[in-house]
T-cell receptor, first 114, second 109 residues
Protein backbone atom coordinates (compact mmCIF):
# COMPACT_ATOMS: atom_id res chain seq x y z
CA UNK A 1 0.00 0.00 0.00
CA UNK A 2 1.11 3.51 -0.78
CA UNK A 3 1.72 5.56 2.30
CA UNK A 4 1.82 9.34 2.38
CA UNK A 5 2.65 10.68 5.82
CA UNK A 6 2.19 14.26 6.95
CA UNK A 7 4.23 15.07 10.02
CA UNK A 8 1.50 16.82 12.00
CA UNK A 9 -2.28 16.37 12.15
CA UNK A 10 -2.83 19.66 13.98
CA UNK A 11 -0.66 22.73 14.22
CA UNK A 12 -1.20 26.07 15.94
CA UNK A 13 1.09 28.95 15.03
CA UNK A 14 1.21 32.68 15.54
CA UNK A 15 1.04 35.37 12.88
CA UNK A 16 4.49 36.05 11.45
CA UNK A 17 5.99 32.69 12.37
CA UNK A 18 7.80 30.57 9.80
CA UNK A 19 5.96 27.28 9.42
CA UNK A 20 7.16 24.02 7.90
CA UNK A 21 4.73 21.31 6.82
CA UNK A 22 6.42 18.03 5.99
CA UNK A 23 5.25 15.23 3.75
CA UNK A 24 6.93 11.89 3.10
CA UNK A 25 5.88 9.13 0.69
CA UNK A 26 7.24 5.60 0.56
CA UNK A 27 6.41 4.54 -3.01
CA UNK A 28 9.23 6.18 -4.92
CA UNK A 29 6.75 8.53 -6.61
CA UNK A 30 8.16 11.25 -8.82
CA UNK A 31 5.27 13.70 -8.43
CA UNK A 32 4.28 15.37 -5.20
CA UNK A 33 1.62 17.99 -4.54
CA UNK A 34 0.48 20.40 -1.85
CA UNK A 35 -3.16 21.49 -1.67
CA UNK A 36 -5.16 23.52 0.75
CA UNK A 37 -8.79 22.72 1.44
CA UNK A 38 -11.30 25.30 2.59
CA UNK A 39 -15.07 24.99 3.04
CA UNK A 40 -16.92 25.79 -0.17
CA UNK A 41 -13.68 26.13 -2.15
CA UNK A 42 -12.66 22.50 -2.46
CA UNK A 43 -9.01 21.64 -3.06
CA UNK A 44 -6.71 24.28 -4.44
CA UNK A 45 -3.25 23.41 -5.70
CA UNK A 46 -0.46 25.43 -4.08
CA UNK A 47 2.72 23.88 -5.51
CA UNK A 48 3.79 20.64 -7.09
CA UNK A 49 7.03 18.92 -7.97
CA UNK A 50 7.90 16.48 -10.72
CA UNK A 51 11.28 15.50 -9.39
CA UNK A 52 13.95 16.28 -6.85
CA UNK A 53 14.82 19.98 -6.71
CA UNK A 54 12.03 20.78 -9.18
CA UNK A 55 8.99 22.83 -8.30
CA UNK A 56 6.08 24.34 -10.16
CA UNK A 57 3.55 26.91 -9.01
CA UNK A 58 -0.01 25.80 -8.72
CA UNK A 59 -3.08 27.99 -8.63
CA UNK A 60 -2.43 29.79 -5.33
CA UNK A 61 1.34 29.92 -4.60
CA UNK A 62 1.39 33.35 -3.02
CA UNK A 63 2.67 33.30 0.55
CA UNK A 64 4.10 29.79 0.19
CA UNK A 65 7.30 28.14 -0.93
CA UNK A 66 8.37 24.50 -1.20
CA UNK A 67 11.45 22.35 -0.97
CA UNK A 68 12.16 18.97 -2.55
CA UNK A 69 15.70 17.96 -1.59
CA UNK A 70 14.94 14.24 -1.53
CA UNK A 71 12.57 12.27 -3.72
CA UNK A 72 10.46 11.03 -0.85
CA UNK A 73 10.04 14.36 0.95
CA UNK A 74 8.17 17.49 -0.06
CA UNK A 75 8.02 20.40 2.34
CA UNK A 76 5.62 23.32 2.30
CA UNK A 77 6.93 26.51 3.88
CA UNK A 78 4.94 29.50 5.08
CA UNK A 79 7.59 32.20 5.31
CA UNK A 80 5.49 34.47 7.52
CA UNK A 81 2.22 32.88 8.54
CA UNK A 82 -0.95 34.94 8.30
CA UNK A 83 -4.46 34.29 9.61
CA UNK A 84 -5.78 33.75 6.08
CA UNK A 85 -3.51 30.72 5.84
CA UNK A 86 -5.55 28.93 8.47
CA UNK A 87 -6.69 25.86 6.55
CA UNK A 88 -6.45 22.12 6.02
CA UNK A 89 -3.31 21.25 4.08
CA UNK A 90 -3.17 18.04 2.06
CA UNK A 91 -0.14 16.42 0.51
CA UNK A 92 -0.38 13.92 -2.34
CA UNK A 93 1.94 11.90 -4.54
CA UNK A 94 1.69 10.11 -7.89
CA UNK A 95 3.86 8.54 -10.53
CA UNK A 96 3.82 8.85 -14.33
CA UNK A 97 4.88 5.20 -14.36
CA UNK A 98 1.41 4.34 -13.08
CA UNK A 99 -0.85 4.86 -16.08
CA UNK A 100 -3.90 5.85 -14.11
CA UNK A 101 -2.14 8.93 -12.69
CA UNK A 102 -3.80 8.32 -9.34
CA UNK A 103 -2.86 10.67 -6.55
CA UNK A 104 -2.47 9.25 -3.05
CA UNK A 105 -3.17 11.56 -0.15
CA UNK A 106 -1.88 12.02 3.34
CA UNK A 107 -4.27 12.45 6.28
CA UNK A 108 -3.90 16.24 6.21
CA UNK A 109 -2.56 18.90 8.56
CA UNK A 110 -5.04 21.31 10.06
CA UNK A 111 -3.18 24.57 10.59
CA UNK A 112 -4.51 27.38 12.72
CA UNK A 113 -2.73 30.73 12.58
CA UNK A 114 -3.60 33.01 15.51
CA UNK B 1 -15.22 27.12 -17.94
CA UNK B 2 -12.27 25.25 -16.49
CA UNK B 3 -13.95 23.94 -13.36
CA UNK B 4 -15.19 20.50 -12.47
CA UNK B 5 -18.73 21.10 -11.25
CA UNK B 6 -20.72 19.14 -8.72
CA UNK B 7 -23.50 19.94 -6.32
CA UNK B 8 -22.33 20.69 -2.79
CA UNK B 9 -24.84 18.69 -0.80
CA UNK B 10 -26.95 15.52 -1.09
CA UNK B 11 -29.23 14.01 1.49
CA UNK B 12 -30.33 10.35 1.17
CA UNK B 13 -32.22 7.90 3.37
CA UNK B 14 -30.33 4.89 4.65
CA UNK B 15 -30.93 1.93 2.32
CA UNK B 16 -31.74 4.10 -0.70
CA UNK B 17 -29.40 4.69 -3.64
CA UNK B 18 -27.28 7.83 -3.75
CA UNK B 19 -26.45 9.41 -7.08
CA UNK B 20 -23.78 12.09 -7.17
CA UNK B 21 -23.40 13.96 -10.44
CA UNK B 22 -20.49 15.86 -11.92
CA UNK B 23 -19.63 17.71 -15.11
CA UNK B 24 -16.07 18.05 -16.25
CA UNK B 25 -14.41 20.21 -18.81
CA UNK B 26 -11.59 18.59 -20.73
CA UNK B 27 -12.69 16.14 -23.42
CA UNK B 28 -9.11 14.88 -23.65
CA UNK B 29 -8.99 13.79 -20.01
CA UNK B 30 -7.81 10.20 -19.92
CA UNK B 31 -9.08 9.24 -16.49
CA UNK B 32 -11.93 10.41 -14.29
CA UNK B 33 -12.01 9.69 -10.59
CA UNK B 34 -14.17 9.63 -7.54
CA UNK B 35 -12.45 10.28 -4.22
CA UNK B 36 -14.00 9.96 -0.78
CA UNK B 37 -13.08 12.08 2.24
CA UNK B 38 -14.28 11.04 5.66
CA UNK B 39 -14.35 13.62 8.48
CA UNK B 40 -10.89 14.74 9.54
CA UNK B 41 -9.12 12.56 6.98
CA UNK B 42 -7.38 12.91 3.65
CA UNK B 43 -8.85 11.89 0.31
CA UNK B 44 -9.09 8.23 -0.56
CA UNK B 45 -9.50 6.97 -4.11
CA UNK B 46 -12.89 5.29 -4.39
CA UNK B 47 -12.91 4.37 -8.05
CA UNK B 48 -11.81 5.61 -11.45
CA UNK B 49 -12.91 5.14 -15.04
CA UNK B 50 -10.96 5.28 -18.24
CA UNK B 51 -12.37 7.79 -20.70
CA UNK B 52 -13.20 5.21 -23.37
CA UNK B 53 -15.53 3.36 -21.00
CA UNK B 54 -19.22 4.07 -20.43
CA UNK B 55 -19.71 2.29 -17.15
CA UNK B 56 -17.77 0.68 -14.37
CA UNK B 57 -19.25 -1.33 -11.52
CA UNK B 58 -17.52 -2.28 -8.30
CA UNK B 59 -19.72 -3.88 -5.65
CA UNK B 60 -22.13 -1.16 -4.48
CA UNK B 61 -20.56 1.49 -6.68
CA UNK B 62 -21.53 2.23 -10.28
CA UNK B 63 -19.81 4.90 -12.33
CA UNK B 64 -21.48 6.17 -15.50
CA UNK B 65 -19.65 8.30 -18.05
CA UNK B 66 -21.34 10.30 -20.78
CA UNK B 67 -18.41 11.62 -22.75
CA UNK B 68 -20.55 13.58 -25.20
CA UNK B 69 -22.08 15.63 -22.37
CA UNK B 70 -18.92 15.47 -20.20
CA UNK B 71 -21.04 14.07 -17.41
CA UNK B 72 -19.89 11.64 -14.74
CA UNK B 73 -22.01 10.09 -12.02
CA UNK B 74 -21.44 7.89 -9.01
CA UNK B 75 -24.23 5.67 -7.76
CA UNK B 76 -23.96 4.09 -4.34
CA UNK B 77 -26.49 1.29 -3.87
CA UNK B 78 -28.00 0.54 -0.44
CA UNK B 79 -26.48 3.63 1.15
CA UNK B 80 -25.15 3.04 4.67
CA UNK B 81 -24.22 5.41 7.50
CA UNK B 82 -20.56 4.66 6.75
CA UNK B 83 -21.03 6.26 3.35
CA UNK B 84 -21.43 9.65 4.98
CA UNK B 85 -18.51 11.68 3.60
CA UNK B 86 -17.52 14.25 1.01
CA UNK B 87 -17.21 12.85 -2.50
CA UNK B 88 -14.90 14.55 -4.98
CA UNK B 89 -15.19 14.19 -8.72
CA UNK B 90 -11.89 14.73 -10.54
CA UNK B 91 -10.38 14.61 -14.01
CA UNK B 92 -6.81 13.99 -15.13
CA UNK B 93 -5.10 16.84 -16.92
CA UNK B 94 -1.44 16.31 -17.91
CA UNK B 95 0.23 15.11 -14.69
CA UNK B 96 -2.25 16.90 -12.48
CA UNK B 97 -5.75 16.12 -11.27
CA UNK B 98 -8.45 18.77 -11.27
CA UNK B 99 -10.93 18.34 -8.45
CA UNK B 100 -14.50 19.49 -8.04
CA UNK B 101 -15.48 21.21 -4.81
CA UNK B 102 -16.94 18.03 -3.37
CA UNK B 103 -20.46 16.79 -2.57
CA UNK B 104 -21.26 16.24 1.08
CA UNK B 105 -23.43 13.12 1.38
CA UNK B 106 -25.70 13.15 4.41
CA UNK B 107 -27.49 9.94 5.41
CA UNK B 108 -30.94 10.18 6.97
CA UNK B 109 -32.04 7.38 9.34
Amino acid sequence: DVKVTQSSRYLVKRTGEKVFLECVQDMDHENMFWYRQDPGLGLRLIYFSYDVKMKEKGDIPEGYSVSREKKERFSLILESASTNQTSMYLCASSSPRVAKNIQYFGAGTRLSVL
Amino acid sequence: GEDVEQSLFLSVREGDSSVINCTYTDSSSTYLYWYKQEPGAGLQLLTYIFSNMDMKQDQRLTVLLNKKDKHLSLRIADTQTGDSAIYFCAESRDDKIIFGKGTRLHILP
